[in-house]
């Protein structure tokens, strides 16, 4: 399968994150420093717009995708919600002929629905309650067309956090994520599915679904798992970048979720007064690290 694409994202270097405080029923774990490094792009950029792909089951697993946006960007109105949305290039600094260059940012980081009211996202995007209650988790943030900036979201696909189940940043294991509970069950789109039993394999194909540096919702496949030696998180060449923290990754194969995007190689690289793409081979560079969903267990069902 051929999903396509083409761009990059600049070093937003998200690091010595530090969890704080937790308040009702969330639980936060280790309060040690932890690096979180922005994405890059290995050999071909394969990110596309929703509108670019026909695959109905990746367009499903897409609208089951959720952009975490500031509570401050979104305006309430009588039908839904105005989005503030930025400036791609001038927010990055681009170099005009980067991928995406005319296109908008909102999101700080992305997710996915996993039950009817949880979305999955990683530990780093929400780290304590308070930053769940400022945080808006909109679906469809998406070009559905070529320059139809998405700008406005209606009622029924913007939800609010009711609870931070449980965040976690460790920096013994290096696990990173976080479930939190909706204000309300999700309509008209499905849970994904996640692996239940067993562990992806070295070589597996790979398909990331989320928001590179806050851009409406990108689809890239062509990537693999590099290496499956750590024990909280499996190692890809994925394509993707600061704002797709959170992003549930998927097995090509099966469909389903094998982890959380959550680490990776700087994104973006001085050249000429503006900031290029930072490409590496499919084998080179360090990798994206991808916590394991399994991790996620002990605090739902799946």
């Given at each position: 399968?051929?999903?396509?694409?083409?761009?990059?994202?600049?070093?937003?270097?998200?690091?010595?994150?530090?969890?704080?405080?937790?308040?009702?029923?969330?639980?936060?774990?280790?309060?040690?420093?932890?690096?979180?490094?922005?994405?890059?792009?290995?050999?071909?950029?394969?990110?596309?717009?929703?509108?670019?792909?026909?695959?109905?089951?990746?367009?499903?697993?897409?609208?089951?995708?959720?952009?975490?946006?500031?509570?401050?960007?979104?305006?309430?109105?009588?039908?839904?919600?105005?989005?503030?949305?930025?400036?791609?290039?001038?927010?990055?600094?681009?170099?005009?002929?980067?991928?995406?260059?005319?296109?908008?940012?909102?999101?700080?980081?992305?997710?996915?629905?996993?039950?009817?009211?949880?979305?999955?996202?990683?530990?780093?995007?929400?780290?304590?309650?308070?930053?769940?209650?400022?945080?808006?988790?909109?679906?469809?943030?998406?070009?559905?067309?070529?320059?139809?900036?998405?700008?406005?979201?209606?009622?029924?696909?913007?939800?609010?956090c009711k609870e931070l189940i449980f965040s976690e940043m460790n920096s013994s294991t290096m696990s990173d994520y976080a479930l939190i509970r909706l204000d309300r069950p999700v309509v008209g789109r499905l849970p994904l599915a996640v692996r239940q039993a067993g562990q992806v394999s070295e070589g597996d194909p790979l398909v990331v679904i989320g928001h590179?540096?806050?851009?409406?919702?990108?689809?890239?496949?062509?990537?693999?798992?590099?290496?499956?030696?750590?024990?909280?998180?499996?190692?890809?060449?994925?394509?993707?970048?600061?704002?797709?923290?959170?992003?549930?990754?998927?097995?090509?194969?099966?469909?389903?979720?094998?982890?959380?995007?959550?680490?990776?190689?700087?994104?973006?690289?001085?050249?000429?007064?503006?900031?290029?793409?930072?490409?590496?081979?499919?084998?080179?560079?360090?990798?994206?690290?991808?916590?394991?969903?399994?991790?996620?267990?002990?605090?739902?069902?799946?």
């Open positions: 399968m051929v999903l396509g694409g083409g761009y990059m994202k600049k070093m937003i270097c998200l690091s010595l994150l530090v969890f704080t405080g937790c308040q009702n029923s969330t639980s936060v774990t280790d309060s040690k420093e932890v690096s979180v490094n922005p994405r890059v792009v290995y050999g071909q950029d394969d990110r596309q717009d929703v509108y670019q792909v026909s695959a109905m089951e990746w367009l499903d697993r897409a609208r089951s995708t959720v952009a975490l946006i500031n509570s401050s960007k979104m305006t309430a109105d009588s039908g839904g919600f105005k989005i503030k949305t930025t400036s791609y290039a001038t927010s990055q600094s681009l170099c005009k002929n980067e991928p995406f260059y005319d296109q908008v940012t909102a999101a700080f980081c992305s997710g996915s629905l996993i039950a009817p009211d949880i979305v999955m996202t990683a530990g780093h995007c929400v780290r304590n309650l308070v930053a769940c209650q400022g945080t808006q988790f909109v679906f469809d943030f998406s070009y559905f067309s070529a320059g139809l900036t998405p700008s406005y979201a209606k009622k029924e696909d913007v939800y609010s590179p540096s806050g851009l409406p919702t990108k689809i890239a496949a062509g990537a693999a798992v590099r290496s499956t030696q750590p024990a909280a998180y499996f190692i890809a060449n994925l394509d993707t970048y600061g704002g797709n923290s959170g992003s549930a990754v998927f097995n090509e194969n099966t469909g389903e979720i094998e982890g959380i995007l959550v680490r990776g190689e700087t994104d973006f690289r001085y050249k000429n007064g503006c900031y290029v793409t930072n490409v590496c081979d499919s084998n080179g560079c360090r990798g994206e690290d991808v916590t394991r969903v399994s991790e996620t267990f002990s605090h739902w069902n799946p």
